[in-house]
């Protein structure tokens, strides 16, 4: 029996002996976020409406939807559309706004928060709203413009994927210099009847 106890505590020894190395450093991970390759801003695009016409960058593709006043202006490399509906004015410019209100606020109950603000343009007698949705929501942005008497451009932008605000925040902070471009270079054409 000492003979077994003998190679016994020589197992265990060199068990113990071969475990005891110094452990590999531990380096934490460096701070890093997705890359992400966004086209480069260029606006020599011009896009002509029945009644209006703006400035748009180069890597977007326009379809008329529904007669040549309603566009959808196509960002693919963000795999996003922005839905453009126009509506010619004639009594009825606050059921127009209401009604974008509406289509807004429907989608309060995914969105963390909606922000307001103002576009105006007077050189070009451009006015309207935008409105930033924050959160999960279908659509990231929305806005109308109008000149007060004769047009009402109402734009929607949404991503062809599952809305992820987290995810989505990047691309939609680059699109803000789209939409202010289009902002300050819409005007208006007259309608012919």
């Given at each position: ?53 703006f400035k748009t960058p180069s890597y977007t ?133």
């Amino acid at each position: 029996m000492k003979l077994r106890n003998k190679y016994l505590y020589i197992l265990i020894s060199l068990l113990l002996i071969t475990s005891c190395k110094d452990p590999e450093p531990v380096y934490p991970k460096p701070l890093s976020g997705m890359k992400l390759s966004l086209p480069e801003k260029n606006y020599n695009k011009i896009v002509d409406g029945c009644t209006y016409s703006f400035k748009t960058p180069s890597y977007t593709n326009i379809d008329s939807a529904q007669g040549k006043c309603n566009l959808n202006i196509n960002y693919t490399p963000l795999n996003a559309t922005l839905f453009m509906t126009y509506i010619p004015i004639d009594t009825n410019l606050i059921n127009h706004i209401e009604y974008s209100r509406k289509l807004v606020y429907e989608h309060a109950m995914k969105a963390d928060e909606i922000r307001e603000g103002r576009i105006s343009n007077p050189k070009h007698n451009v006015y309207g709203l935008a409105y930033k949705l924050i959160g999960n929501s279908a659509s990231s942005y929305q806005f109308y413009l109008t000149d007060s008497t004769t047009h009402f451009l109402r734009g929607a932008l949404y991503f062809n994927v599952s809305p992820n605000y987290d995810s989505l925040k990047p691309f939609i902070t680059y699109l803000m210099t789209d939409f202010d471009t289009l902002f300050q270079s819409l005007k208006w054409h007259n309608i012919d009847k």
